[in-house]
């Protein structure tokens, strides 16, 4: 059975086509550039940029699977959350496809696509594990049981750390993206020369995120200086890495130790984070842990995870409407343990 994924939930184009037997064919995506010089997504350009970009990209993918658009037997698209702008664009196309080749259409949750991302990889993982979802938009704690089985065990109160590392990125001077920025020049830092706050990190039963006063801290310490020289600003990208990844670790070991699970997975954009990678290795090999994370296609929005939960979803009978397009920009993740 091979079914199309789309997403389109904020500033990325993807297109995949995906085959229940001989797993993922082709997994494109079109990162827009056009919002470099606004340092952040503007929702108007970027649902033009979709508008622009989607059949080319569903034409590109098709080829590199050597598959035809008749071929396909199900789509499945990104319905939320996300941009409502951008969201319209993937869910229209996906319900023309779907009514002119007469196959169902089956709306996806962005976030159930990350939670299930790492099951595209080559070395399988069994349930139950926990997944620290870590984007620009999100920062959660879930404990997947199972397929369609979940609980949200935490999740950020106010920034996301991927949008915070972004809004630090712009105090700094830095371009956008501004998170793959900060990281860079956070290279050169000199660790621990500033050390700054771990949020919400004093009580083991609070599982919940906040960078908002972290940012907060380190933007009064940025406007402490009168002039930034590269050094200075990359040991505070270094500092408020460094508390943005030590305190994902914190809350992620006390859920893990709370509910007696052995097995991490780290997923989204940020998941890419050399750093933070190697930081939880590094930690969570002292206590026993195993983790898992994605190849860097995988990590940040991508259709390929949209499929396979499409795909899952059909089999179960599951979430197939008659070309009911269906958007939700806050839509929740749905869990029944």
Excluded at 83 to 110: D, E, Y
Excluded at 287 to 310: E, H, P, R, S
């Amino acid at each position: 059975m091979l079914v199309m994924g789309i997403e389109t939930s904020c500033d990325d184009t993807a297109i995949s086509v995906y085959d229940n037997v001989d797993g993922l064919l082709s997994n494109n995506v079109y990162s827009q550039k056009i919002h470099k010089k606004y340092k952040g997504i503007v929702p108007e350009l970027a649902a033009r940029q979709h508008l622009k970009k989607i059949i080319p990209l569903i034409k590109k993918t098709l080829i590199f699977s050597q598959k035809k658009i008749n071929e396909i037997d199900l789509i499945a698209y990104t319905a939320g959350p996300g941009l409502v702008s951008s969201l319209i664009i993937g869910a229209t196309m996906a319900h023309t496809l779907g009514f002119s080749l007469n196959i169902p259409v089956i709306p996806i949750n962005h976030i159930e696509g990350h939670l299930l991302s790492i099951m595209l990889e080559k070395k399988k993982l069994n349930f139950p594990f926990i997944v620290l979802v870590v984007s620009g938009g999100n920062t959660q704690l879930i404990y997947v049981y199972d397929f369609e089985k979940y609980k949200i065990l935490g999740y950020s109160i106010d920034d996301a750390a991927g949008e915070a590392l972004d809004k630090i990125a712009i105090m700094l001077g830095l371009n956008f993206p501004g998170g793959k920025n900060l990281s860079k020049i956070a290279q050169f830092g000199v660790s621990k020369r500033f050390i700054f706050p771990r949020p919400m990190t004093k009580n083991k039963n609070n599982l919940n995120f906040s960078f908002s006063g972290l940012k907060t801290f380190t933007k009064n310490f940025i406007n402490k200086y009168n002039f930034l020289d590269f050094q200075t600003k990359a040991d505070i990208a270094c500092a408020f890495e460094d508390a943005i990844i030590d305190t994902l670790f914190i809350k992620s070991l006390w859920a893990l130790e709370k509910y007696k699970i052995k097995k991490l997975v780290i997923s989204g954009g940020v998941s890419s984070n050399k750093k933070l990678r190697l930081y939880l290795i590094k930690k969570l090999k002292k206590n026993k842990i195993q983790i898992f994370y994605n190849t860097t296609k995988l990590c940040t929005d991508n259709a390929a995870m949209i499929a396979y939960v499409g795909i899952k979803k059909f089999h179960k009978k599951n979430n197939c409407v008659p070309y009911d397009i269906i958007i939700d920009s806050k839509l929740k993740l749905n869990f029944n343990k």
